[in-house]
């Protein structure tokens, strides 16, 4: 299995409403990574797992919980979201913690009212 | 602070027209550079790393070369389907974060 899953495509959510995004990989990938990208800009690095560890927090929003119940596996918590935090959520996984080549899901498009 | 600088920003070919794609870079250290390719509403897929000076990598249409200071993305004969934006990132040494230019937006005309 050479790809990383994203669940669901798409979701649409209210200010007040609490939501998880889902990310999977079998590659046995040791780091993972949770990158925000709106319209006509790159991706923007929010969280790094290494060995199901947070390493990096880019000074995201508290609204915004990352959590690695296992080494394939990385959900990302959203609750109380601002409609600027509509975006394209992708998750990036690689096989070594110091990064090197990240292979990407195909998205979450979120959509906050 | 590492920094990368695509252009152009946008590129329209005919079919068949080849062209290079500029990535130019700050970076203390560089541990990688990495094009990926970008389609609407999609994640990027992974093309190529790049680790030294001199390096050449090569995939179908597409070839990429890596200086000091930059990165081509050079594209052989490109077709419609090659049509997409082209990103750009690099990786310093010891360090997990990624940073990404803005990207180069490719259309090709049949």
């Known amino acids: 299995d050479t790809e990383v899953t994203q669940t669901p495509k798409h979701l649409v959510m209210g200010m007040t409403n609490k939501k998880s995004l889902k990310c999977e990989q079998h590659?046995?990938?040791?780091?993972m990574y949770w990158y925000k990208q709106k319209a006509k800009k790159p991706p923007e690095l929010m969280f790094v797992y290494s060995y199901e560890k947070l390493s990096i927090n880019e000074s995201v929003p508290s609204r915004f919980s990352p959590e690695c119940p296992n080494s394939s596996l990385l959900n990302l918590h959203l609750h109380a979201l601002q409609p600027e935090d509509s975006a394209l959520y992708l998750c990036?996984?690689?096989?070594?913690?110091?990064?090197?080549?990240?292979?990407f899901g195909p998205g979450t498009r979120l959509t906050v009212l | 602070e590492d920094q990368v600088t695509q252009s152009p920003e946008a590129l329209r070919l005919q079919e068949g027209e080849s062209s290079s794609l500029n990535c130019s870079y700050t970076v203390s250290g560089l541990r990688g550079l990495f094009w990926y390719r970008q389609d609407p509403g999609k994640g990027p897929e992974f093309l190529f790393t790049?680790?030294?000076a001199g390096e050449e990598k090569e995939k179908e249409r597409l070839k990429a070369t890596l200086t000091k200071k930059e990165s081509f993305l050079h594209i052989t004969a490109p077709k419609p389907e090659d049509s997409a934006t082209y990103l750009c990132a690099v990786q310093a040494g010891g360090y997990q974060k990624v940073t990404f230019g803005t990207g180069t937006k490719l259309q090709v005309i049949p």
């Open positions: 990036a996984s690689s096989q070594g913690t110091l990064g090197g080549e990240q292979f």
């Open positions: 590659m046995g990938h040791r780091a």
């Open positions: 790049l680790y030294s």
